[in-house]
């Protein structure tokens, strides 16, 4: 029998989704105290994730999800940097709003948007 492999799953801080670890961008505090997105998620620190959704940057950079999940405050420079960083990221092309509706989230086996 063929073995399924193990998809690592994490959980965006702002809609509390969870997704696949790879789906999701990691912001990490260093153990300096920095604050600053990690796209390759290995930096060494305290990590949260958040989705592409442009709703859950604004609400994870400007309404605490995640200074609470770091566990630090954000100074408005690192939430300049990560704003930046986040734009440079979307797509040039297409409708963030169509990728948005289309994407996938998993909570555990149930998918969200089964249909009665």
């Known amino acids: ?4 492999g193990h ?12 997704f696949p670890k790879r789906g999701l961008i990691r912001i990490v505090r260093t153990p300096a105290g920095q ?18 959704s442009a709703e859950c940057w604004q609400k994870g950079v400007f309404k605490g ?13 690192e939430r300049i940097i ?8 979307q797509p040039r092309t297409g409708n963030q709003e169509q990728a948005t509706k289309n994407r996938q989230p998993r909570t555990g086996n149930y998918e969200i948007n089964q249909r009665i």
């Open 35 to 52: 604050i600053a997105a990690d796209p390759t998620g290995k930096r060494p620190g305290r990590g949260s994730y958040l989705c592409s």
């Open 1 to 4: 029998m063929p073995r399924s």
């Open 82 to 89: 990560l704003l930046e960083f986040y734009q440079e990221r």
């Open 7 to 18: 998809t690592p799953e994490r959980t965006c801080i702002s809609c509390g989704l969870k």
């Open 65 to 77: 999800g995640l200074e609470r999940g770091l566990k630090a405050p954000l100074s408005a420079q």
